[in-house]
């Protein structure tokens, strides 16, 4: 079955404009985490989503948000743009069983460029 | 708190040497732990994990991983490198909160293969 798909792959925005990337998740899968990705930061969770609600976030300013429809495909949101949010953002869906972990496929992710 | 640590940030081996990728990490609960690789411009390919039971665990591509927890470490190794190995190489913690979960990634390992 397919995979995760990110649209669009590459982007080049201004400061002060904002941004809005896409993630299709592997069907079946209604989970899904969004990850940034930085040469100075590393790999860092930004938020999950299921069933339609946000329901864990990480370390983010409130610029960062994002949201989950019925079909389970996401959108994060990035308003306010600053150079710092250079970066690859990488989407990943799960099945998110109730019980144990359940392993967490990634997508190809969006470069996102700030000028 | 949670965390990984991956000592080694650039490795450089010969191709058909051994190799061995280290990881530490720390977490209060069973952890479940993963290994993930990335090529240049790519997502996240999941190499292995591992959840309970057997400490060795074997993945794709010939890699395999040790769970020590007595010295909180998931190491990862190859008994021959190819040149196509060459990539970035990610340990993580799968973290649970309740019904949520999330990954929390070691700064990363980069491999290069001489020929």
């Known amino acids: 079955k397919a995979g995760v798909t990110q649209t669009p792959r590459y982007l080049i925005k201004t400061r002060g404009q904002q941004v809005t990337l896409s993630c299709s998740p592997i069907s079946g899968h209604r989970s899904v985490s969004w990850y940034q990705q930085t040469p100075g930061q590393g790999l860092q969770f930004l938020f999950e989503?299921?069933?339609?609600?946000?329901?864990n976030k990480g370390n983010f300013p409130g610029r960062f948000s994002g949201r989950q429809f019925s079909n389970s495909r996401s959108e994060m949101n990035v308003s306010t743009l600053e150079l710092g949010d250079s970066a690859l953002y990488l989407c990943?869906?799960?099945?998110?069983?109730?019980?144990?972990?359940?392993?967490?496929?990634f997508g190809p992710g969006t470069r996102l460029t700030v000028l | 708190a949670q965390s990984v640590t991956q000592p080694d940030i650039h490795i450089t081996v010969s191709e058909g040497a051994s190799l061995e990728l280290r990881c530490n990490y720390s977490y209060g609960a069973t952890p479940y732990l993963f290994w993930y690789v990335q090529s240049p411009g790519q997502g996240l390919q999941l190499l292995l994990k591992?959840?309970?039971?057997?400490?060795l665990v074997q993945g794709i591509k010939g890699f395999e991983a040790e769970f020590k927890r007595s010295q909180s470490s998931f190491n990862l190794r190859k008994p021959s490198v190819h040149w196509s190995d060459a990539a970035e190489y990610f340990c993580?913690?799968?973290?649970?909160?309740?019904?949520?979960?999330?990954?929390?990634f070691g700064q990363g390992t980069t491999l290069q293969v001489k020929p």
């Open positions: 591992y959840f309970s039971g057997d400490t």
């Open positions: 993580a913690v799968g973290v649970r909160s309740g019904n949520t979960g999330k990954l929390i």
């Open positions: 990943a869906s799960s099945l998110r069983t109730s019980g144990g972990y359940n392993e967490q496929f």
């Open positions: 989503y299921f069933s339609e609600t946000q329901r």
